[in-house]
C-alpha cells in the first residue's frame, strides 16, 4: 500500500504530483488569501514590528514549524516509498537545490517577500534542468556547481536591481 506513494498513477498522473499539486494549492491559498498567511509575511519582515502590532508572533511560529516538521515527515515517506529503502542520510545535499529553488522563485532570502507560484515554477525549472543534464549525461559534480550558480545568480541579480533604482532615483 505505501508502494503507491512513490510509484502510484491516477488517470496517468504520479500520485506524488497530484500530492504535491494538491498541497501547493492550499498553501498557496493560505499564504495569500488568509489572515494567517498576512502574519506570517509581516512576520518575515520584522518580528518585532509585529508582535507589537499585536500579532502572536510565538504561536504562529509554533503553527508555522509544526507544519514545516509535518510536511517533511509527508515528503520522507514519498522519498522512502521512492526509493523502497530508508537510510538517514538518503536526501543529504538536498538543501541547496530547495534553497535554490525558493530563491529563484522570488522569495526574499531576508524574509517577507515572495509568492508561492514563483517558488512552485522554480522547483520544476531545476527538476528539468536535473533532468535535462542527466540525460546528456553531466555528472553530479557538474550539476551542483550549475545548480550553485543558479543560486548565486538568483541572489545577486534582485540585490543588483535594487541598487540600480537607488542610485537612479537619487
Do not use: C
Not at 508572533?57 to 515528503?75: C, R
Not at 526509493?83 to 538536498?94: D, E, H, Q, W
Request: proline letters at 2%; charged letters at 10%; glycine letters at 12%.
Amino acid at each position: 500500500m505505501v508502494h503507491i506513494f512513490g510509484w502510484g498513477y491516477v488517470a496517468g498522473i504520479p500520485f506524488s504530483l497530484i500530492v504535491f499539486a494538491g498541497l501547493a494549492v492550499i498553501f498557496g491559498l493560505v499564504l495569500h488569501k488568509t489572515t494567517f498567511g498576512r502574519r506570517v509575511y509581516a512576520i518575515g519582515n520584522n518580528a518585532v514590528a509585529s508582535r507589537y502590532s499585536g500579532i502572536e508572533v510565538d504561536k504562529i511560529k509554533l503553527i508555522i514549524f509544526t507544519v514545516t516538521g509535518t510536511m517533511s515527515a509527508v515528503a520522507a515517506l514519498f522519498l522512502s516509498s521512492r526509493m523502497g529503502s530508508v537510510r538517514p542520510n538518503v536526501a543529504t545535499g538536498y538543501e541547496m537545490e530547495v534553497i535554490a529553488a525558493v530563491v529563484l522563485g522570488g522569495v526574499s532570502s531576508q524574509g517577507g517577500k515572495g509568492r508561492m507560484i514563483g517558488a512552485v515554477l522554480a522547483l520544476f525549472v531545476i527538476g528539468f534542468l536535473r533532468y535535462g543534464l542527466g540525460l546528456i549525461n553531466i555528472s553530479s559534480q557538474v550539476l551542483l556547481i550549475i545548480i550553485g550558480l543558479l543560486l548565486v545568480f538568483a541572489v545577486l541579480i534582485p540585490n543588483v536591481r535594487s541598487k540600480l533604482k537607488i542610485k537612479v532615483r537619487r
